[in-house]
């Protein structure tokens, strides 16, 4: 059998789609003779309405998505900590939804949005359809923790370039002057300026990069482990490390352990986030800490504003971070003053 839509009530009824949403949404703005016409059709027609025309009449679902890159990672509870807590506040309920880093299933969830089946979307992956409408057909999107300066959405992140550039400081002033970078996905932009603060931590020390130290990432524990191999399968000499995730720190910890190196008398490791797994790993893991529940508040209170018809124009704000010292880092023997005695083969 074949199911009915709008535009077959409305053929039936001898009406436009729009007097048959309209009739079913706002009764009394239609009249009466109409209304009967359409009401009859919808009786011949079986026709069921969907979510979409129940929201029509009020306007607003009260729902807001958040799409996180992977639900799988912990590091978004906290984030959707703060965003449900100032929801749950201002009368809004919270959706998760999972990009699973497709560019097509963040798609999907914008059409939810167009379709009136939530009234934002909170985006915290890099990618957006090629397609996606300008404004006023844009729907309200506020950005969190990733940047895409071409769409001129309203975001909140931090600065990832004086973040790393802490991270690497904290290992220069240890004494390490051999600092391997794992990276995340790159070209995304908030890789990129991880890299950039990394490059310019060395810069200001004056230490000479050396892209032989620099590996690709993702931001989860396999690809550190397979970081830090290609590492010492190429036999890269290096003293410390400079993760972008703090998944991919642990699974540096890992593997070099796995190799027979120790951390952090052998080699010294920094992450980047302060997951729930930084303090609980062995060593506790020293880190750049994100303060995910203010992000996750801090997008939420943008995504009511913009609901609220207070503040349409793009607006952008930086929630600063913290460099965390835990157990995964050390100075170097000679930067100690422990440096070995000269060789007495030595003439």
Do not use: W
């Not at 929201?55 to 998505?65: L, N, P």
């Not at 892209?211 to 970081?227: E, I, K, M, Q, Y």
């Amino acid at each position: 059998m074949t199911t009915s839509t709008i535009r077959s009530v409305a053929k039936y009824a001898g009406v436009s789609t729009a007097t048959v949403s309209r009739a079913l949404a706002r009764p009394d703005a239609v009249r009466p003779g109409t209304r009967a016409k359409v009401l009859a059709a919808v009786a011949a027609l079986d026709f069921v309405p969907n979510a979409q025309a129940v929201q029509f009449r009020r306007r607003a679902t009260r729902t807001v998505i958040l799409l996180v890159r992977d639900i799988s990672n912990p590091f978004y509870l906290d984030i959707y900590k703060g965003v449900e807590e100032t929801a749950f506040a201002a009368g809004y309920r919270v959706l998760m939804g999972d990009a699973r880093n497709d560019v097509t299933r963040v798609g999907h969830y914008l059409e939810m949005v167009r379709r009136r089946q939530a009234d934002g979307l909170i985006l915290m992956t890099g990618g957006l359809p090629s397609a996606l409408p300008t404004p006023p057909a844009l729907p309200p999107i506020v950005v969190a923790l990733e940047f895409i300066p071409e769409a001129g959405l309203p975001t909140v992140t931090i600065d990832n370039r004086a973040a790393a550039r802490q991270a690497v400081d904290h290992l220069i002033g240890l004494g390490h002057r051999r600092i391997a970078h794992l990276t995340g996905p790159m070209p995304e932009v908030m890789s990129v300026g991880r890299h950039a603060g990394y490059l310019a931590g060395l810069a200001a020390a004056g230490i000479e990069p050396d892209p032989a130290l620099v590996v690709r990432g993702d931001f989860h524990l396999a690809s550190g482990r397979a970081g830090v191999a290609e590492l010492l399968d190429r036999d890269v000499g290096f003293t410390a490390l400079f993760a972008s995730s703090d998944a991919m720190a642990i699974g540096a910890i890992n593997e070099l352990r796995a190799r027979g190196r120790r951390v952090p008398e052998d080699v010294s490791v920094v992450g980047f986030d302060d997951s729930i797994f930084a303090e609980t790993c062995n060593p506790p893991l020293t880190t750049i800490r994100q303060h995910r529940r203010e992000i996750g508040s801090r997008a939420m209170e943008l995504m009511i504003e913009i609901l609220s018809g207070r503040k349409p124009q793009p607006v952008s704000i930086c929630v600063d971070v913290e460099l965390v010292l835990r157990g995964t880092t050390r100075p170097t023997p000679r930067h100690l003053g422990n440096a070995p005695p000269p060789s007495e083969e030595a003439p």
